[in-house]
């Protein structure tokens, strides 16, 4: 076949590709089939893959601001909590409610900037973070609900509607190094307190996201099985995760000088007034930059706590996909992202395979 012949031609790979136009569009790809009537059968799949895929895209209207958070929300029910809901509804009624009655498709950059701009300046106090999250928290928004809305056929393309006035800063995942988290501990355990100590330890042995320490009682606790497990998190996690025995002997020794038998609702590392501390990190955040700046010469954070987890796990050959469930990724994308490999590991691994120079 020297050209395309009803749609397909064959290649030197032995691999079929088309060419086929659908609703005034051109489309190409691969069939990944080697016979020719395989190939036919693929190729009528597909034209009506993308008829219907062009029928459904044509038959919805792109949403305002207003109808795209409902329409997110309705998507989320179940997979997120009501909590989570609440606070992206209260954040972007904070930074764009000028925008609520404009389509998505007409809200541009310029405007998301200045609105932000003039957000940031009114509500701005020196010191204190915003209530209802900052840049990140609103990148973390608006990408979620275009996700959402593409996913849905209302739109095709978003990312070049992410205005680089609330693209991400967040800083890069740090791993501790292995011989500093002795010195790490203690530091906290000395100038911080059993709190301060028992949330270090629970982000470090089980990799907990700051708001699953901030939120844990003594109910998530399974002293019979030895597990962990978050009651109240981001709505998709409820594996019990094996507790390590140095965590789980410093559980014990926590839970004798609370008297013996906390009640199930009180908080594992409460603020200081007794309440849980919601779903902020204050209650570990000093504390890690302390212990940082003074052991290894910068900053730590919660996500280098979470990232150490990860990363070693994966070093000691522990499959993606259980490390993906301890983790409590719902997209084993995300666990990749908090692998951090260095140049040591490049070359360790080749020359595993190959042998040394």
């Known amino acids: 076949m020297a050209g395309y012949i009803e749609g397909l031609k064959l290649g030197e790979d032995g691999i079929y590709t088309y060419r086929m136009k659908v609703n005034g569009k051109i489309r190409t790809g691969s069939t990944c089939e080697c ?24 038959r919805k209207k792109v949403p305002t601001l207003a109808q795209a958070i409902n329409i997110w929300s309705l998507a989320k029910k179940g997979e997120v909590t009501d909590r989570y809901i609440d606070l992206c509804r209260k954040c972007l009624d904070d930074y764009f409610e000028p925008l609520m009655r404009r389509r998505m498709d007409q809200i541009v950059a310029d405007d998301i900037a200045q609105l932000l701009q003039t957000y ?8 204190f973070p915003h209530r209802n999250g900052g ?8 990408h979620t609900i275009y996700k959402v809305l593409k996913e849905k056929k209302y739109i095709k393309d978003y990312e070049d509607r992410i205005p680089k006035a609330i693209r991400s ?3 890069p995942k740090r791993l501790l190094p292995e011989g500093s988290i002795e010195a790490i501990i203690a530091l ?52 019990g995760l094996p507790i390590p025995q140095v965590l ?7 839970k004798t000088s609370l008297g013996g038998n906390p009640l199930l609702s009180v908080p594992v590392c409460p603020l200081e007034s007794g309440d849980a501390a919601g779903s902020t990190t204050r209650i570990i955040r000093y504390a890690l930059e302390v212990a940082g700046k003074q052991i290894l010469g910068h900053t730590l954070s919660t996500h280098d706590l979470r990232a150490t987890y990860i990363t070693g796990l994966h070093n000691k050959g522990v499959n993606i996909k259980v490390i993906q469930k301890l983790a409590r990724h719902a997209d084993i ?13 490049m070359r360790s691994a080749i020359d595993r395979v190959y042998g040394g120079v």
């Open 248 to 254: 789980m002997d410093h559980l014990k020794n926590l």
């Open 135 to 142: 840049r990140n928290q609103v990148l973390t928004y608006w």
């Open 188 to 239: 906290i355990d000395e100038k911080f307190g059993a709190v301060h100590g028992t949330a270090f330890r629970l982000g470090f042995y089980l990799g907990l996201r700051s708001v699953e320490v901030s939120k844990a009682t003594w109910r998530c606790i399974n002293w019979e099985r030895r597990e962990w497990v978050n009651y109240d998190t981001k709505g998709l996690e409820s594996t």
């Open 169 to 171: 800063q967040k800083k």
């Open 35 to 58: 016979r020719l009537f395989d190939a036919k059968n693929f190729l009528i799949t597909k034209k009506a893959e993308y008829l219907r895929d062009d029928a459904g895209t044509a």
């Open 333 to 345: 994308s995300t666990t990749l992202s908090y692998i951090i490999l260095e140049e040591s590991d």
């Open 120 to 127: 940031t300046r009114l509500n701005a106090k020196p010191g």
